[in-house]
């Protein structure tokens, strides 16, 4: 039986379990059609061109883990962000782990889809917001069918969330192979700010694949930062699928980290809704071994006078692949559009590929958009002066690389992440830096 | 005078009709309707062709039986019905003239009207004119001066005669019958073309020019163009087209093989002018084309064409660089309005060590046009020291238009070095200002902003070409180009 109709059959019990009302039921039973319909993407559709799923289909997932299964802080206690006070939204194996977490219902909510789906007082903002910025892909579809956990954040009017907020998944691999498909919901009110760092960690090398989806809703002058950090086992495959909502004058950032996992593919996607919006996407992917990280970006202007900044460095060794599909599209009233792209990727060993397309679709006269894209190595005179002044060929690569990806690091807000993340790259180049930002 | 301002000139956008609309009268020798495996052998039969060259045909035709109409470009239209298409069609006055004189005068009459008079162009540009008008050649002037050399210039139903070892080696070498659907079309179909061998180290003395020009009801043009450019020798091509105006949709599938052996160089210029359709977007003619060259060791491809007409286009002119140290390079500029749709760009394929390439596309779109570029560049694993630089620069007016870019990046080599920017604006309200400010009207100005937009591309262009591009454009932006 293929993973498709193990879906689909899975669905059937799934559905019996659950005690839905008739709207969340028709929501999951229209979603369930959808995948039926168009099934998972081949590398046949334009969007999937160059990253093919089959790699990672073949396995036999278990969709509903058989046990809970708890484990200890001190053993995952290098995956978190601990040197700073957080609220942390923490799951394993799909299942919430309310000894490993720390939420809130003080002034806002910091707490569990589950619970928003099933309580009353949710259900407004449940039927204001949930699945209305997701798209009717099939794999968005597929998690809508199965959303039942994941986080739920919504921050009231004129509050500043006063710590970051971490959300991690844990895959303890007590399963041969697991299928997770979290659903986060984040609704962040007029004039509020909140921080928030995604994490999905497989603490052995038995498969996982995760099928996520996150809806953000920054509404009139909110301000979300959101950090994804990516540095899974080469078992762990992930297919993130993100979409922003933005009302307007709202600014909202997504910084993506890619060191790991077999397979990940980031779809994101901004909305922009009202006038004078910021947007920012960036991210760094370092990838060796037969890694494959795909980033396939949209930002589609809607209204005037916004701008959009997107900023995506790579470093390919190995056998490893790379791919970055932007577009931005700009709306014909969307007059005034400030829209940037830039790609830029270092190839670091011969079996190594990248393959970009960054899309321009514009239908308005009175914009700036520009998109560059480029391909080199490091640059050897830079190597040369380094190396005589004494410092190692390893380190001075390393060096070089660093610079390369550091104007995405210097937009993080947070400095224990950019700290966290300039020691992962430090690791994954095999070096010590010798500084910390 | 009054104001003008970029308002007036969409509005003269929006009005200008097509100024070369008109259609001459002369009587042709048509197929009936329709595409079977029998119009395809008469057609082979028509011409005289030898039994090869009619197998090659009906292979081409089975496999474009099979095949699906490309959906993919960023383009909509209504699909042409194939089997309502005569494909054959050829000015009656037969056979091929030795002098000028003897040409149908109402032919003449029409190249008069365009304004290339062919003896003019004899005695003055020292063009030789290969003259297609629907499909057969009438006329081959220079010939003989080009035959002193060892050229052959001729058209492809000529050469599939007389020189049917170049032909039968090189045809369907760069874009094979199967390529694509409407390569496969043009290859069973084709009515005729141009063949150009240059022998080894000649430098021919000439810009080879041809002129397409559809010109019977109802007829689809697929002309085939084969130049071969053997070791050492250099060659400059020119094509360019004007269209009659008529309501009805037209069909265009030409098929463009470039082959450039060790040490060659091909440079190959077009200016498009076909009825690109009324004001309405009603009419036009649909520009399918393949245009493919091969790049040999140190051998250098040059691609340049000036886009103004056909109501849609679809061409994608690409190199492939297999030799070592080859060049290959792309120089485009597209204008799009009313309801034009352009969708066009190149195919880098890198494939030898130390292969370059350059591409330089400017679009223009204007009134309710859309006008995308779609580019591929790809750099294959032994590609050492691949270079590329793309730029793609948009120009927009008004937000009834649409600018497009679809670039495709592939690379393979770690020492691959790729550049890719591209840009989109409009022509700012401060470098109006600016140029008013020195007393340049706005007009003037706008004309000036344009022509520096364009100039990248119009610079690549052949003297004898650069003029009639400038005049195109004219026709294009109307009161935007002084």
């Known amino acids: 039986m293929d993973l498709k109709e193990k879906l689909l059959s899975s669905f059937l019990v799934f559905e019996n379990q659950l005690d ?50 708890s484990i200890e802080f001190s053993d995952v206690k290098k995956y978190f962000i601990h040197d700073i006070d957080s609220y942390k939204i923490v799951f394993i194996d799909g299942k919430y782990s309310s000894h490993l977490s720390q939420t809130t219902h003080d002034g ?27 798209t009717k892909d099939s794999l968005s579809s597929l998690n809508t069918a199965f959303s039942s956990e994941g986080a739920y954040i919504h921050i009231p009017k004129n509050k500043m969330v006063a710590k970051p907020i971490q959300i991690i998944h844990f895959s303890t691999g007590n399963e041969s192979a697991i299928m997770l498909q979290p659903r986060n919901l984040v609704v962040v009110d007029e004039n509020s700010h909140v921080q928030i760092i995604e994490r999905h960690q497989s603490l052995t090398d038995n498969a996982v694949l995760t099928n996520s989806v996150t809806e953000i809703f920054a509404n009139k002058r909110a301000i979300v930062d959101y950090y994804k950090i990516q540095n899974d086992t080469l078992n762990a495959s992930l297919i993130d699928n993100t979409f922003i909502n933005q009302q307007r004058e709202s600014v909202a950032s997504v910084h993506t980290f890619s060191f ?20 920012t996407l960036k991210g760094i992917t ?30 390919f060794g190995e056998n490893s692949t790379g791919v970055f599909n932007g577009k931005i599209i700009v709306n014909k009233e969307a007059q005034k559009t400030n829209a940037f792209q830039a790609n830029n990727n270092i190839l670091i060993s011969d079996k190594a590929t990248i393959n970009t397309k960054p899309q321009l679709e514009i239908f308005a006269d009175d914009v700036k958009c520009s998109h560059g894209c480029t391909i080199g190595q490091l640059d050897e005179s830079a190597m040369f002066y380094m190396r005589s002044r004494g410092i190692p060929e390893k380190e001075a690569k390393a060096l070089l690389m660093y610079a390369f990806s550091n104007n995405v690091l210097s937009s993080v807000k947070i400095p224990e992440i950019k700290q966290r993340i300039t020691k992962i790259i430090a690791n994954k180049l095999g070096v010590n830096i010798g500084f910390d930002l | ?87 054959y069609s050829a000015p009656n006055s037969k056979p091929k003239y030795d002098s000028l004189d003897e040409v149908d005068p109402e032919l003449l009459a029409t190249f008069a009207k365009l304004g290339i008079s062919l003896d003019e162009q004899k005695k003055l540009s020292g063009v030789a004119m290969d003259v297609v008008v629907d499909s057969v050649s009438v006329a081959t002037t220079f010939k003989k001066t080009l035959g002193e050399k060892g050229i052959i210039f001729c058209s492809i139903s000529e050469a599939i005669k007389e020189h049917p070892e170049l032909v039968k080696k090189y045809i369907g070498s760069v874009v094979p019958q199967k390529d694509n659907f409407y390569a496969a079309l043009n290859s069973a179909v084709f009515s005729d073309g141009s063949f150009c061998y240059i022998p080894k180290g000649v430098r021919c003395p000439m810009e080879l020019s041809t002129y397409f020009r559809i010109n ?61 359709g009324n004001a309405e977007g009603k009419g036009g003619v649909y520009n399918f084309v393949t245009k493919r060259g091969l790049c040999e060791k140190n051998a250098k491809i040059s691609w340049t064409q000036v886009e103004t007409g056909s109501a849609i286009t679809w061409k994608y002119p690409s190199c492939i660089l297999k030799g070592d140290n080859s060049v290959g390079e792309f120089y485009s500029i597209a204008v799009t309005n009313n309801y034009q749709q352009a969708d066009t760009g190149t195919k880098m394929i890198h494939l030898g060590k130390n292969t370059k390439s350059t591409i330089i596309s400017k679009g223009i779109s204007a009134g309710r046009s859309q006008n995308s570029y779609r580019g591929l560049v790809k750099i294959s694993p032994n590609a050492d020291n691949a270079r590329n630089f793309s730029q793609c620069d948009s120009l ?33 309200e401060d470098q109006i200002f600016y140029c008013n400010q020195r007393g340049i009207d706005t007009e003037k100005a706008i004309a000036l902003i344009v022509n520096g937009f364009s100039k990248d591309v119009l610079n690549k262009l052949p003297m004898e070409f650069a003029v009639e591009a400038q005049k195109l454009l004219e026709i294009s932006l109307e009161g935007s180009v002084g």
């Open chain 2, 1 to 87: 005078m009054s104001k003008y301002t970029e308002d007036d000139l969409r509005e003269e956008l929006k009005t200008k009709e097509y100024e070369y609309g008109f259609y001459t009268d002369i009587e042709s020798d048509t197929f009936p309707v329709g595409l079977n495996e029998d119009i395809v052998r008469a057609i082979s039969l028509k011409k005289g062709e030898p039994e090869w060259m009619t197998n090659w045909r009906l292979q081409a035709f089975k496999s474009w039986k099979e095949m699906m109409e490309p959906e993919w470009a960023n383009v909509s239209y209504v699909k042409p019905d194939f089997q309502a298409i005569s494909y």
């Open chain 1, 260 to 279: 790991g996992g077999k397979l990940v593919r980031n779809n994101l996607n901004f909305y922009q809704k009202g006038e004078r919006i910021d947007s």
């Open chain 1, 108 to 134: 806002m909510d910091i707490c569990l889809m589950s619970a928003a789906m099933s309580k009353p007082k949710y259900r407004l903002v449940i039927e204001n917001y949930f699945n209305k910025a997701a």
């Open chain 2, 216 to 276: 019977q009801a109802g007829t689809g043009q697929f002309e085939r163009t084969l130049v071969i450019a053997d070791e050492g020798s250099y060659v400059s091509y020119l094509e360019g087209c004007t269209a009659p105006s008529r309501d009805e949709n037209q069909l265009h599938a030409a098929v463009v093989e470039l082959i450039a052996l060790d040490n060659a160089e091909i440079k190959y210029s077009t200016v498009q002018n076909w009825y690109p």
């Open chain 1, 20 to 69: 839905d009302d008739a709207y969340l039921n028709d929501l999951r039973n229209d979603a369930i059609k959808t995948f039926e319909e168009k099934g998972f993407p081949s590398k046949k559709e334009e969007a999937w061109k160059y990253t093919s799923l089959n790699s990672i289909l073949k396995e036999d997932y278990s969709i509903f883990p058989k046990q809970e299964n």
């Open chain 1, 286 to 315: 370092i990838i060796g071994e037969k890694q494959h990280v795909d980033h396939n970006t949209l930002v589609h202007h809607i209204e005037p006078n916004c701008e959009s900044h997107q900023d995506y460095k790579g470093i």
């Open chain 2, 396 to 428: 927009l007016m008004g937000n009834e238009c649409g600018a497009h870019t679809f670039p495709y990046i592939e690379a393979k080599n770690k020492t691959a070095k790729i550049e890719h920017e591209a840009t989109t604006s409009k022509i700012g």
